[in-house]
């Protein structure tokens, strides 16, 4: 039984850093930072992901040669949580529950703590994070104390089902846990005292918020396995007082999970916060100042009262929130980001946050007045804004500059970008704006974005690709935030190995860290100041057609030998100054005029690039091609098909792409079934480089092969027409899984059966996969269908699944697969046993002290084994002999420096033997016995180099009607065997040091019939002899060194019945050790000692493998080390 207690001391490396640890955190909704510490997820309370603070990641220095992978360093565990940087240490944390402080720059340990054995989540057979859950979501660090929080899952419980969940609060200098932490999570809400939080059922996935000396901590569940609730937690940091509220309150509340994708709790700037949940028990329609108990599928704004108490006081949920719950579309998917008000917002509309979730509306919501549900005109939503985008499971990243802009990784799809303007009434609203070549597969992460304050053109999102479910392939990508013309520029990409589902990068001081699935912290960047220096080049506006022309300044650091120049159209590089080739040394420049030639209106990227004789060199270009007139983005919308009585809204943004004011002249809308809001009014403006956001929805009544219409826009430069096209269908959305079960049968412990199942979308309109969770080992899927996958009518993926057994017992579990078809639920029961495996060599080691090591398969290729016997060689290695199935005998030599064995080799003409036996010699040779299928027991030699003798098997005289026999080296050279005749008598043997033999006898025992029976030479030259009786009975008899035997005859060691077989060995110090099988399989050990008695205790039973269940042909060396080497072959 585990101790109930948590870590409170360490476990830890400490070692001294030399730095200065500053920080703050700010409860303010400006993201302006005073330093460059990540101390919390996202970068800030709001969750932006903005760094504002990276002047030196350019597009230029990022593209460098000299910018990459820094370091790898190793840590126990998956890396879920992002890493937080304080000074010059990285703290992450793993699903092991092992903390690290990692330095900066060098990736070395610095400090290292271990809080407790994590929690194997096939407790609750959910295989969304396996195999253990410690440390999942990202802590938060106090500058104020120095103390970084975190929770962690602890498995200390009396058995797995009552773990508990602790808040630590931990030095960020040296790992020490804070005096009289932690604190364990455990209570009822204030809002349902009935309820007791079960850590069992819960997963504290979002990001820790720490705000006004609290920290605040948010709960779902694990794979939807009830009962779960969803939970805020708040823990004052001094008092260490608890307080707590769920968002599914009453008798027959549930769900409501608060997951966010790792998202963190925002802020409200005050005493507040916001949270997203997941689906549960849906709240009904309301206003939303007044919000209800249950609060499913929602966005929910919470107060804090001054003695900590948590109560929701607004909060938004979709109109649809039933099908929402129905369909297991999470708005908790996504976690909430709330936009800085310096930079978004207007005088009516003062402070924003933007959410999305599995269904793929990003909402754009109002904090001061969240909307509650079914609000809005006609029972719609009560939102600023909407946009229509594929599912998220991640976060949203922020760029106050270039007018503003908002970023979200698309499920399976894509990267976006999404333009912040105004409607032509003056409302916020968002435009989708660019989107990546590239595709981000499930699991993929969540941006950040760096930049040097708002300035233009300074700004990159980093993001994380995954190849899908199990996080393989992963690659941390750049890429300029200001896309141009409607496509996000990819700069660069590094690999990470396996990546963790929605992973987070932390960026600080010119470097990037990532955590990783496979047990890494990368962190990326230059290690040393780049050898040539230089700023962006901006052009600003130029007119398409006509060439923009400005100057490039780049600075040497050291001496360094410039051969070129170049830039990709519409820029490009002219004649240098001085020209080149040109050596520069410190502090000379080169100066390169550049020209900017747009072709198309917008935002333009690219890169100056210089080739030197260190590597490459790029420096970033931005300019605008302005073109008098409107432009439209997209230029056209199609909605593709949808189903009659649906809807859905598209925005297009209309640009201003010239230099002076435009007026709208005349403004028509669409025909139905399409609309349009946000329309100019007529004689309105649109400054010049302006935005204005048009809405249009496309709501077909009835079924129509094709729908079109346009949205036409006049101003002074004459007409803009925007084109919008769809066509609707009777919707019979349906989703078929085949089988519904799988069943593997009997599978052999250790090996793999593989079968698979079809999801195929067998209605007329696309599906989208809003739930894909697998089943825990032994069962897995090696391409597990993804959240977020879509399918087309008539589209099927094939899920493969395998089935490993660890042990001979019964396994089952479920595959759950949910869709937007409104079908709820659907599972793939599946099923196996694991049977006893037969025929496998298993080994195991038993020190000098006592203790055995745990059993290994092997060696390799040791299958259709029926018999086996092991040997110790005078040089401390082993060699043993395996008998198969087909009557073959083999050979392998053991290297115990090493502790691995060598390929079986098969000795000459053997395919007849039954059994075998093996005795290592002084001289390094072995010698090596058989019995065939005839009963004739034939000899060989293996000589110390290796070979085996020329002649063939050597048959001793007498050597017939033979069952089984041992054979083992004596001091003096020579070799002593025992053998079993077919009739049960045994009979022994010498073969002289010369070669020659000494001839067969009897060893008559009067009514006593043998069935097995095995020697072994002892250091002072006598010989000990076990038998097995046809009772069952294990004898015991010693031969002395002058050839007589002792005058005690036959001896009975305690315990010895029920016994099948058994082998004895000579131990280095005069004692022998036997190694015995019972009538049922059963591994049984005892030991004589030097002076004749036998062990206290008796026989003692070695802990056995679980890959079967019955062994049979043990065998036991004594090597020179002390260390007994043991072989056994399963029987079932």
């Not at 609730?229 to 008798?251: F, I, P, Q």
């Not at 439209?632 to 925005?651: H, I, K």
């Not at 046809?1030 to 004898?1035: E, F, H, N, R, Y």
């Not at 591994?1083 to 003692?1100: C, E, V």
Request: proline share 5%; charged share 10%; net charge negative.
């Amino acid at each position: 039984m585990r101790s109930a207690l948590p870590r409170t001391g360490s476990t830890r490396i400490r070692v001294l850093i030399l730095s200065l640890l500053v920080g703050m955190t700010a409860a303010t909704l400006s993201v302006a930072s005073a330093h460059a510490d990540v101390v919390t997820v996202s970068n800030d309370n709001q969750r932006t992901g903005w760094d504002q603070n990276e002047a030196s990641l350019t597009s230029g220095s990022v593209t460098g040669s000299d910018f990459g992978e820094l370091f790898s360093t190793a840590v126990v565990g998956q890396v879920y949580a992002q890493p937080l940087v304080v000074g010059t240490t990285v703290i992450v944390g793993t699903e092991e529950n092992h903390v690290y402080g990692i330095n900066s720059e060098t990736g070395a340990i610095e400090w290292q703590d271990y809080l407790g054995p994590s929690w194997p989540a096939s407790t609750i057979g959910c295989g969304d994070l396996v195999p253990d859950i410690g440390i999942t979501s990202t802590p938060v660090y106090d500058a104020s104390t120095g103390y970084v929080y975190l929770t962690a899952k602890v498995n200390d419980g009396a058995n797995a089902t009552v773990p508990h969940y602790y808040l630590y609060a931990m030095s960020a200098t040296t790992g020490a846990i804070r005096t009289g932490w932690p604190v364990s999570i455990a209570g009822s809400p204030s809002n349902d005292t009935a309820v007791s939080f079960n850590p069992e059922r819960e997963l504290q996935r979002p990001g820790i918020l720490f705000q006004n000396g609290s920290v605040y901590m948010a709960f779902g569940g694990h794979c939807d396995y009830g009962p779960y609730r969803g939970y805020v937690v708040g823990v004052n940091a001094s008092t260490k007082s608890l307080h707590m509220w769920t968002d599914e309150a009453g008798s027959n509340a549930s769900g409501a999970g608060i997951w966010q994708s790792g998202g963190g709790i925002v802020t409200d700037g005050s005493s507040g916060m916001y949270i997203a949940t997941g689906n549960g028990v849906t709240p009904p329609v309301g206003v939303g100042t007044s919000p209800p108990k249950d609060l499913s599928e929602s966005v929910v704004h919470l107060n804090v009262a001054s003695d900590g108490t948590i109560s929701a006081s607004d909060f938004f949920s979709p109109a649809n929130a039933s099908t929402l719950d129905a369909n297991d579309q999470d708005v908790s998917s996504g976690g909430p980001a709330a936009l800085p008000d310096a930079e978004f917002g207007t005088s009516t509309y003062p402070h924003l946050m933007v959410q999305i979730g599995k269904d793929g509306r990003l909402w754009l919501l109002n904090r001061a007045s969240l909307g509650g549900r079914a609000q809005g005109s006609g029972g719609t939503d009560a939102v600023v804004g909407q946009t229509q985008l594929s599912g998220v499971w991640g976060h949203p990243a922020v760029w106050g500059g270039d007018g503003g802009y908002v970023y979200v990784s698309e499920s399976n799809s894509h990267l976006v970008a999404l333009a912040y303007g105004l409607t032509g009434s003056g409302v916020p609203s968002f435009r989708v704006a660019g989107t990546s070549q590239q595709t981000f597969p499930f699991s993929s992460g969540s941006p950040v974005v760096t930049s040097n304050g708002t300035t233009s053109g300074s700004a990159l999102v980093w993001v994380i690709q995954s190849s899908g479910s199990t996080g393989t392939n992963g690659q941390l990508m750049v890429y300029n935030a200001v896309p141009s013309s409607g496509v996000m520029t990819l700069l660069r990409s590094w690999p990470l190995g396996t990546v963790t589902k929605f992973s987070v990068p932390a960026t600080n001081n010119g470097r990037v860290y990532v955590g990783t699935r496979d047990g890494h912290l990368l962190g990326f960047g230059a290690p040393t100041t780049a050898t040539l220096q230089g700023a962006s080049t901006g052009f600003g506006n130029v007119a398409v057609g006509s060439t923009g022309t400005t100057t490039a300044t780049l600075t040497a650091t050291r001496d360094v030998t410039i051969t070129g120049v170049s830039a990709n159209a519409p820029f490009s590089a002219g004649t240098t100054t001085p020209s080149l080739p040109t050596s520069l040394t410190a502090g000379q420049t080169l100066t390169v005029p550049v020209t900017f030639s747009p072709t198309t209106w917008g935002a333009d990227t690219s890169e100056l690039t210089v080739t030197t004789d260190v590597g490459n060199f790029e420096f970033g270009l931005n300019g605008t091609g302005t073109q008098a007139g409107l432009g439209a983005t997209p230029t056209s919308l199609a909605w593709g098909t949808r189903a009659v009585g649906s809807s859905e809204t598209l925005t297009v943004g209309v640009t201003n792409t010239g230099t002076s004011t435009e007026t709208f002249s005349s403004v028509t809308g669409p025909n139905a079934p399409f609309t349009a809001s946000g329309l100019p009014a007529v004689g309105s403006t649109l400054a010049p480089g302006a935005t204005t956001t048009i809405s249009a929805t496309y709501a077909p009544t009835a079924v129509a092969a094709s729908d079109s219409s346009s949205i036409v826009l006049t101003s002074d430069q004459g007409s803009l027409t925007i084109p919008l096209t769809g066509s609707a269908i009777a919707a019979d959305p349906q989703v078929t899984i085949s089988p519904t079960s799988l069943s593997f049968g009997n599978v052999v412990a250790g090996k793999t059966a593989t079968q698979t199942f079809t999801v195929s979308n067998t209605g007329n309109v696309n599906l989208t996969v809003t739930k894909a969770a697998p089943p825990t080992a032994p069962f897995a899927a090696t391409n597990p269908i993804p959240e977020g996958q879509q399918l087309a009518p008539g589209e099927t993926y094939t899920v493969t699944m395998t089935f490993t057994p660890t042990a001979a017992q019964s396994y089952s579990g479920a595959y759950e697969v949910s869709t937007d078809t409104g079908q709820g639920a659907m599972y793939v029961n599946v099923t196996g046993t694991g049977v006893p495996a037969s025929g496998q060599l298993f080994s195991a080691l038993r020190s000098s002290t006592g203790t055995w090591s745990a059993w290994t398969q092997g060696p390799a290729n040791s299958s259709g084994i029926a018999q086996t016997a092991v040997t110790a060689m005078p040089d401390g290695d082993s060699q043993a002999v395996a008998v198969t199935t087909s009557g073959t005998v083999e050979h392998t030599v053991y290297s115990s420096s090493a502790g691995t064995w060598q390929n079986w080799g098969v000795p000459k003409n053997n395919t007849t033997a039954v059994s075998a036996s093996i005795a290592g010699m002084p001289d390094g040779s072995s010698q090596l016995i058989e019995v065939t299928k005839t009963g004739t027991l034939e000899h060989d030699v293996r000589y110390a180099n290796g070979t085996w003798q020329a002649s063939s098997w050597g048959v001793p005289a007498g050597s017939t009607g033979i069952a089984e026999a041992s054979i083992t080296a004596m001091p003096n050279g020579s070799s002593q065997l025992v053998a079993v005749t077919t009739s049960g008598v045994l009979e022994h043997n010498i073969r002289n040091a010369n070669g020659s033999w000494q001839g067969w006898r009897a060893l008559t025992q009067t009514g006593v019939k043998v069935t097995y029976a095995s020697i072994a030479g002892m250091p002072d030259g006598s010989s000990q002899i076990v038998e097995v009786t046809s009772t069952g009975v294990l004898k015991h008899d010693i031969r002395l060194a002058n050839g007589s035997w002792q005058s005690s005859g036959w001896g009975v060691p305690a315990g010895s019945t029920g016994i099948a077989e058994a082998t004895i060995t000579a131990m280095p110090n005069g004692s022998s050790q036997i190694i015995a099988v019972t009538t049922s399989g059963v591994l049984k050990h005892d030991i004589r000692n030097a002076n004749g008695s036998w062990q206290a205790g008796n026989w003692d039973a070695p802990t056995q493998t679980t890959l079967a269940t019955k062994f049979t042909s043990p065998t036991i060396a004594g090597l020179t080390s002390g260390v007994a080497q043991i072989l056994e072959v399963s029987a079932g």
